[in-house]
């Protein structure tokens, strides 16, 4: 009885997620690899390798490029289906796509490192209007250099030759979230506030939800709030991003919680990422349940929703399977009689 009620289950995750795939072509929501790679990985683990090829081939021609997870669900479908010559092909082209990203990668670094070695002009004592001054660096420059570092201890040091730039400490305390340095981005973040550079507080936000430490973007949220400064959407949409890393469903309900309370109406990207927090934490009907609540507000729902609600249906069907596996298990093992107390 149980299997039949668990099975039931499953298939429901399983024909939603199909529901959503028609309703996206159906209503012209623009198809995405993330929604592929949903759609695509579900229909390996339920055995329609033939279902998975055609949507991995109509991916290639409508010229989608598929995210790096797909690749291997691809060459399983072509591999079970006996195409073995193409799954050949699709790995050989996996491997350039991995060496090209780290192609780009050096060659970025690169630049980075040549912006960092520019001698400093020196700045005139008394400036005058005719007297030009040093170009500054753009806030996104600056994180770039900065970023060039590799090493918030060494980020440090560059304020030395920095610090008279806008947006310097900004960039530092960034660097020292992502090595969750919290204490010592929260100091600059202080220094930040006398510059009236008060929007270094979301790129720190932005730094802890890189580095998943959902202890220092609170921290920093309060931090914030105690300057008295206005947290709108974007500030709790840093705050939901950094739930959702650090695998924390429940922190994320409350985040939603205290939205409400101060009156801050959500948008699409705070319902998507919410949805994705909750999917991941195995709580897919409360991520469905989010997804509803879109359209019953007249939210409209593009792709990204779209694609966080079919990785809701994909984990309501993997934790299904996984719970009938176990099941199963349970009973080979009350079955056999080696296992059986007191069996010599």
């Known amino acids: ?97 991995e060496k090209a990203e780290s192609i780009s990668q050096n060659i970025q670094r690169r630049i980075m490192e040549d912006l960092l070695l ?6 005139p004592q008394t400036p005058s209007p005719r007297t030009p001054k040093r170009d500054s660096i753009s806030a996104r420059d600056m994180r770039l250099v900065v970023k060039a570092s590799r090493s918030w201890k060494t980020a440090l040091t560059m304020l030395k030759t920095l610090g008279d730039q806008p947006g310097a ?83 994320s309900l409350n985040v939603l919680n205290r939205m409400d309370i101060e009156g801050v109406r959500r948008n699409t990207k705070v319902f998507s990422i919410a949805m994705r927090a909750l999917a991941q934490g195995r709580q897919w009907r409360r991520s469905l349940g989010l997804f509803a609540q879109m359209g019953s507000i007249g939210l409209r729902r593009d792709h990204v929703a779209f694609a966080a609600a079919m990785e809701a249906c994909r984990q309501g069907n993997r934790q299904a399977m996984e719970w009938v596996e176990e099941q199963m298990r349970d009973d080979r093992d009350e079955e056999d009689p080696s296992k059986l107390e007191g069996f010599s």
């Open 1 to 97: 009885m149980w299997r039949e009620i668990v099975l039931k289950g499953q298939n429901v995750a399983w024909q939603k997620l199909l529901q959503l795939w028609e309703e996206m072509a159906s209503s012209g929501v623009r198809k995405d690899a993330a929604s592929y790679h949903q759609v695509i990985s579900t229909l390996i683990s339920r055995g329609q390798w033939l279902r998975a090829s055609i949507l991995f081939e109509e991916m290639e021609k409508t010229r989608i490029p598929p995210k790096t997870d797909t690749i291997p669900y691809a060459v399983t479908a072509y591999s079970r289906l006996g195409y073995h010559n193409r799954s050949m092909k699709i790995l050989e082209k996996w491997e350039n796509m």
């Open 118 to 123: 520019k001698p400093e002009i020196p700045l």
């Open 169 to 251: 400490y900004g960039a530092v305390a960034r660097e020292c979230a992502i090595g969750s340095a919290w204490a010592t981005a929260l100091r600059l973040l202080k220094e930040c506030q006398k510059r009236g550079e008060t929007y270094a507080y979301e790129e720190v936000m932005g730094g802890f939800a890189i580095a998943k430490s959902l202890q220092g973007s609170m921290a920093t949220f309060s931090a914030a709030r105690a300057a008295g400064l206005r947290l709108g959407l974007s500030t709790y949409s840093l705050l939901l991003t950094t739930c959702q890393r650090a695998r924390q469903w429940l922190a």
